[in-house]
């Protein structure tokens, strides 16, 4: 049973071995010895740096702010205190190797790509992805084969990908070379990760899981099965989205033989900087002992307070915050991480996009994201009862307001909600190919028959309408023309207005 192996594997971590924090304990060491630096950084641990800034940081994050030195170790060569991190973290998460990521999920996410594909190699991904798999599939020069997400008409956000869209993919594409797939999606859905590798693996495939939004899974009984406990091959969370990295500081881990380690360990020399920010990695062993010791309990702090704001937010009138109930409700919602709060405003009239405006400048309640219907909020061991009282006062508040739109707009983005978004256009030329094409710009309108060169992803549906290399068709003009129309949101094109479009020429 799913719960009671993540249990097992929480009684099963060395608790004496992950009492140790290696490279954090090197730097603090490091910053006190008395040493005449004649290296990188410029600033020379604080000395040289502007007296407003140190008096605002304070100095201890610039005497941690150091370089490749022998006693802090080199990330893309480690023999010292960062490959005892690492080996710590894969330790804790129950991987085989773990890799510190200091360029954000994204490099993460272009690493699960190019570590599976050659040039014109094919790679099955839902078409939900996040745009660093595009990236990823642009750098490698891999041909995409989208598999569509199950996709929620009532909340108006894609889920997961299913088995059975999984082992329709392989049939129509046996010549792929890897499964990539999200789960957790932004609002905490995941995907029947066991069945998915089970099928990838018996077409000898790797699965490789964005789990950027999953980092605590595997610390608490009560949160979905992590990705690596699922049988995941390459898996990328990450560690500052939702426990306590810093800000682009995530976590790359590997299991089995069926990824070259080697291979991602070259991959991420190409892609990551030289000049690893020092502070960056020491966050990510703390938060990695951090989430070993005391995960559980915090994450049972955590749980309780987003159960006990999804309920108040529940008896609020016209507001709705779905949750574990919907597990299983369509094939795509498996299971739910309930830390994550999707607040649902389209009942009071108001879209989600204004919602995340007024209480954010009404009650300076910060929420993560929105989308048309939903404003969605990140719960973390960093939150507190005073947050979540104020985040039920805002919408408390915003449910006695009346609806800010006209009758006729909210009609009109009610009838755009119900539409499901156009098929996929025909891909002309891989994504690589139409990035590094000569392109123009011309009117958005007449765009019907040229090859696009920028990806489209407007919310509604909040999935990529047009990527580079796929034919403009007159229904994803018609559509996308609709949702601006309508005040949806446009993400991806350098003209957001929709007048132009850069295609191939
Ligand atoms: C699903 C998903 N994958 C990858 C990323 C990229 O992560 P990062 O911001 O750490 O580069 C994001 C960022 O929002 C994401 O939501």
Redesign the pocket.
């Known amino acids: 049973m799913v719960l009671s192996k993540a249990f097992r594997h929480l009684r099963l971590l060395d608790r004496e071995r992950q009492e140790r924090a290696p490279l954090f304990e090197a730097i603090r060491h490091y910053c006190s010895l008395d040493k005449a630096p004649f290296h990188t950084p410029g600033h020379k641990q604080g000395r040289g740096i502007s007296p407003e800034l140190l008096a605002f940081l304070g100095e201890n994050v610039f005497r941690a702010d150091l370089t490749e030195l022998p006693e802090v170790d080199n990330l893309h060569d480690p023999d010292g205190v960062i490959l005892e991190a690492q080996a710590l973290a894969a330790e804790a998460y129950r991987a085989d190797r773990s890799w510190f ?1 200091v ?7 272009e690493t699960l790509v190019m570590s599976v594909c050659d040039p014109g190699d094919k790679i099955l991904l839902p078409r939900n ?5 595009i990236a990823g599939v642009i750098l490698s020069g891999a041909i995409p084969a989208y598999i569509e997400p199950d996709f929620d008409i009532e909340l108006g956000i894609a889920h997961g990908i299913t088995p059975a869209g999984l082992e329709k993919a392989l049939q129509a594409h046996p010549d792929a070379k890897g499964v990539l797939v ?1 789960s957790p ?2 609002y905490g859905v995941c995907c029947d990760l066991q069945s998915l590798a089970g099928i990838a693996h018996s077409h000898g495939l790797p699965l490789l899981v ?1 789990e ?2 999953g980092p605590h899974f595997a610390f608490h009984p009560e949160l979905p099965l992590s990705a690596l406990e699922a049988g995941a091959d390459l898996v ?1 969370q ?1 560690t ?2 939702v426990i306590s990295g810093m ?2 500081a ?1 976590l790359l881990h590997l299991k089995g033989s069926r990824v070259d380690p080697n291979r991602v360990r070259n991959i991420l020399q190409l892609l990551q900087s030289t000049s690893p920010n020092y502070v960056l990695m020491m966050s990510l062993d703390v938060a990695r002992r951090q989430m070993a010791l005391q995960g559980e309990t915090l994450l049972g702090q955590t749980l309780a307070l987003a159960d006990q704001a999804r309920s108040r937010l529940n008896r609020i009138p016209g507001i709705r915050c779905f949750g574990p109930e919907r597990i299983g409700s369509t094939p795509g919602f498996y299971d739910f991480d309930r830390t994550r709060l999707t607040v649902t405003v389209s009942g009071l009239g108001w879209f989600g996009f204004d919602a995340h405006d007024w209480v954010n400048e009404h009650f300076h309640v910060q929420p993560e994201m929105s989308t048309l219907h939903n404003v969605v909020f990140i719960v973390s061991i960093g939150n507190t009862q005073r947050d979540i009282d104020r985040l039920v006062a805002s919408f408390t508040a915003l449910s006695e307001q009346g609806s800010p739109q006209s009758q006729a707009m909210t009609d009109k983005m009610q009838r755009l909600a119900q539409l499901r978004p156009p098929s996929l256009p025909p891909q002309r030329l891989s994504p690589r190919q139409a990035f590094f094409a000569p392109i123009h710009r011309i009117p958005f309108q007449e765009a019907v028959g040229h090859i696009c060169a920028e990806i489209i992803s407007p919310y509604p549906p909040g999935i990529p309408i047009l990527v580079p290399g796929e034919e403009v068709t007159q229904e994803a003009v018609d559509y996308l023309l609709l949702v601006h129309e309508a005040g949806g949101f446009i993400n991806g094109p350098e003209d957001v207005r929709l007048q132009t479009l850069k295609v191939v020429q």
Not at 129 to 133: D, L, Q
Request: proline share 0%; aromatic share 4%.
């Open positions: 990521l360029n954000g999920s994204t490099c993460g996410v992805c996040h745009k660093s798999a999200v999606t932004y964005d950027a939004h990328v990450s500052h989205k800000t682009q995530s």
